[in-house]
């Protein structure tokens, strides 16, 4: 039996897990705040609880702040490079040698399909790879001053960096922040949704267990209020790295402000994908599934929006409405086609989008209802859902549902395609589906996004910078852009005759 399998197993026959981590993970070690409160973690594929966390508080992010600054100033930040590369290759090394772990873990605590989480931790694996390899290569500058000067610059890392890490994705977001900020030289205190605490803390033991001295890597567990304000407002933090919504994260702007604190936010979105007339047509609606079903649509970069030339418009609809009634539901670890949404909380919001939109008369071709595992009714599913030729001044097709409710907008042409493309308040990602190359890549230019999919969504990986324009953020995650994030430039200029 394989270590996944043994681990189901463990968790049908107990209810839990008994490898799930206990406490914060502070200067090094798993520790009990004094307080000793705890929060309950649930499954969403059952709705039911399946363990407990920490509940922190103010005081265990000073810790953690303390003791990342602790170990910046007195061991990190002089680290060689090619040591910090060590050490995070071996990371990698390890997330692989955990991935069983770990992607149970992840499904279990998110609830998405387990394949996606085991997709999730070889890309976390690879983010510390492509970072490990980067440590002995930021590099900065030199200036042509002339014979009498000499002039360049050098990359610092900024300090001690706050991570806000949100429940969609989080050991990859996890991942795409503490690697970067690491090769960078910089420490980390990071803040996982109370909705998924466990990856993020075995993620760091993992780091630990890889060489990481005591008191680099820390993660305090607990709510928004009782941990994520006190972090992103502690006057010792020097970066923010925020993932969530545009509301969450202009308090964390309003915060950083007060001690001038930089930060990188990735906000939402409402991501379209233009499909052209001379698509490929199979290749166009296979795209636009997984664009809007992976991890049951709960994606910052989902590709929410299916603008879609009037001339294919019905035998593109025809195929997709079949194949999204065809996608079976299920249970995380049941490795269904689309899975449950992360809480109750956030199954009424996405309900109450499609029943206004039912109200107002909105044509909902698949879908459209709230749902549970078959056969037993547990857990918090909504139906794969399609409405169909939606205006664009509707609130389906301008507010992020964060589900997996797709819109169609139907356009006349090229040119008004890129016009309904274009009429959101984001600008996260873009998709588009043509044969014709030279119409791709301009339209590619005319869009309003920070990152566009040609002819495979979600295409790229951890080489490609991510982040947003307008109300999606500011800040470059992923890449070198990424690794920069974590770093500030210093000019030397110097007279030598």
Same mark, same amino acid.
């Given at each position: 039996?394989?270590?996944?399998?043994?681990?189901?197993?463990?968790?049908?026959?107990?209810?839990?897990?008994?490898?799930?981590?206990?406490?914060?993970?502070?200067?090094?070690?798993?520790?009990?705040?004094?307080?000793?409160?705890?929060?309950?973690?649930?499954?969403?594929?059952?709705?039911?609880?399946?363990?407990?966390?920490?509940?922190?508080?103010?005081?265990?992010?000073?810790?953690?702040?303390?003791?990342?600054?602790?170990?910046?100033?007195?061991?990190?930040?002089?680290?060689?490079?090619?040591?910090?590369?060590?050490?995070?290759?071996?990371?990698?090394?390890?997330?692989?040698?955990?991935?069983?772990?770990?992607?149970?873990?992840?499904?279990?605590?998110?609830?998405?399909?387990?394949?996606?989480?085991?997709?999730?931790?070889?890309?976390?694996?690879?983010?510390?790879?492509?970072?490990?390899?980067? %440590? !002995?290569?930021? /590099?900065?500058? +030199?200036?042509? $001053? #002339?014979?009498? &000067?000499?002039?360049?610059?050098?990359?610092?890392?900024?300090?001690?960096?706050?991570?806000?890490?949100?429940?969609?994705?989080?050991?990859?977001?996890?991942?795409?922040?503490?690697?970067?900020?690491?090769?960078?030289?910089?420490?980390?205190?990071?803040?996982?949704?109370?909705?998924?605490?466990?990856?993020?803390?075995?993620?760091?033991?993992?780091?630990?267990?890889?060489?990481?001295?005591?008191?680099?890597?820390?993660?305090?567990?607990?709510?928004?209020?009782?941990?994520?304000?006190?972090?992103?407002?502690?006057?010792?933090?020097?970066?923010?790295?925020?993932?969530?919504?545009?509301?969450?994260?202009?308090?964390?702007?309003?915060?950083?402000?007060?001690?001038?604190?930089?930060?990188?936010?990735?906000?939402?979105?409402?991501?379209?994908?233009?499909?052209?007339?001379? %698509? !490929?047509?199979? /290749?166009?609606? +296979?795209?636009? $599934? #997984?664009?809007? &079903?992976?991890?049951?649509?709960?994606?910052?970069?989902?590709?929410?929006?299916?603008?879609?030339?009037?001339?294919?418009?019905?035998?593109?609809?025809?195929?997709?409405?079949?194949?999204?009634?065809?996608?079976?539901?299920?249970?995380?670890?049941?490795?269904?086609?689309?899975?449950?949404?992360?809480?109750?909380?956030?199954?009424?919001?996405?309900?109450?989008?499609?029943?206004?939109?039912?109200?107002?008369?909105?044509?909902?071709?698949?879908?459209?209802?709230?749902?549970?595992?078959?056969?037993?009714?547990?857990?918090?599913?909504?139906?794969?859902?399609?409405?169909?030729?939606?205006?664009?001044?509707?609130?389906?097709?301008?507010?992020?549902?964060?589900?997996?409710?797709?819109?169609?907008?139907?356009?006349?042409?090229?040119?008004?395609?890129?016009?309904?493309?274009?009429?959101?308040?984001?600008?996260?990602?873009?998709?588009?589906?043509?044969?014709?190359?030279?119409?791709?890549?301009?339209?590619?230019?005319?869009?309003?996004?920070?990152?566009?999919?040609?002819?495979?969504?979600?295409?790229?990986?951890?080489?490609?910078?991510?982040?947003?324009?307008?109300?999606?953020?500011?800040?470059?995650?992923?890449?070198?852009?990424?690794?920069?994030?974590?770093?500030?430039?210093?000019?030397?200029?110097?007279?030598?005759?």
């Amino acid at each position: 039996m394989s270590k996944s399998a043994e681990l189901i197993k463990e968790y049908q026959e107990t209810g839990t897990l008994s490898a799930l981590p206990s406490g914060h993970f502070i200067d090094g070690v798993f520790v009990e705040p004094s307080h000793n409160r705890t929060m309950e973690s649930f499954d969403p594929g059952k709705g039911k609880a399946f363990a407990r966390f920490t509940a922190g508080d103010a005081g265990d992010v000073d810790k953690a702040v303390v003791s990342s600054r602790y170990a910046f100033e007195t061991v990190w930040r002089d680290l060689a490079p090619v040591e910090r590369c060590r050490i995070l290759q071996k990371a990698a090394k390890l997330i692989l040698e955990n991935s069983d772990l770990l992607s149970v873990v992840e499904s279990l605590d998110s609830g998405k399909p387990l394949q996606e989480a085991e997709g999730d931790v070889r890309g976390a694996a690879r983010t510390f790879e492509y970072y490990a390899g980067a %440590c !002995d290569k930021l /590099q900065g500058d +030199s200036f042509p $001053l #002339g014979p009498d &000067y000499v002039g360049y610059s050098i990359h610092e890392p900024v300090g001690i960096t706050a991570h806000i890490i949100p429940w969609n994705f989080p050991i990859s977001t996890a991942a795409r922040g503490f690697a970067p900020a690491l090769a960078a030289g910089c420490t980390v205190v990071a803040k996982p949704a109370e909705q998924t605490p466990f990856t993020a803390l075995l993620l760091a033991k993992i780091l630990s267990d890889a060489g990481l001295p005591n008191g680099v890597c820390n993660v305090v567990t607990g709510t928004g209020a009782e941990v994520g304000a006190p972090l992103t407002q502690h006057p010792g933090v020097d970066h923010i790295t925020f993932t969530g919504s545009v509301e969450t994260g202009k308090r964390v702007m309003k915060a950083a402000a007060d001690d001038i604190t930089r930060v990188v936010l990735e906000l939402g979105g409402k991501s379209p994908v233009v499909v052209l007339a001379d %698509c !490929d047509l199979d /290749q166009a609606v +296979s795209g636009v $599934l #997984g664009a809007i &079903y992976e991890n049951a649509g709960q994606i910052c970069s989902a590709g929410s929006r299916l603008v879609i030339e009037r001339s294919i418009h019905a035998p593109f609809m025809e195929a997709l409405v079949q194949r999204t009634k065809d996608l079976k539901l299920g249970h995380g670890l049941d490795k269904p086609d689309v899975g449950p949404v992360n809480s109750s909380e956030h199954l009424a919001k996405i309900a109450g989008f499609v029943e206004r939109a039912k109200a107002r008369g909105a044509k909902i071709v698949a879908g459209g209802n709230v749902t549970g595992v078959p056969g037993t009714g547990d857990g918090w599913f909504f139906e794969p859902t399609i409405v169909d030729a939606v205006d664009a001044s509707d609130e389906l097709a301008q507010e992020e549902i964060f589900g997996p409710v797709l819109t169609v907008q139907i356009a006349e042409d090229a040119e008004h395609a890129l016009q309904l493309a274009n009429d959101s308040q984001y600008g996260l990602v873009a998709g588009i589906y043509t044969k014709d190359f030279a119409k791709a890549h301009q339209m590619a230019r005319k869009i309003d996004a920070g990152q566009i999919y040609i002819n495979e969504y979600f295409a790229g990986g951890i080489e490609v910078p991510f982040g947003g324009n307008k109300k999606s953020g500011f800040g470059r995650e992923k890449g070198i852009e990424g690794l920069k994030s974590y770093c500030k430039t210093k000019s030397v200029a110097a007279k030598i005759a």
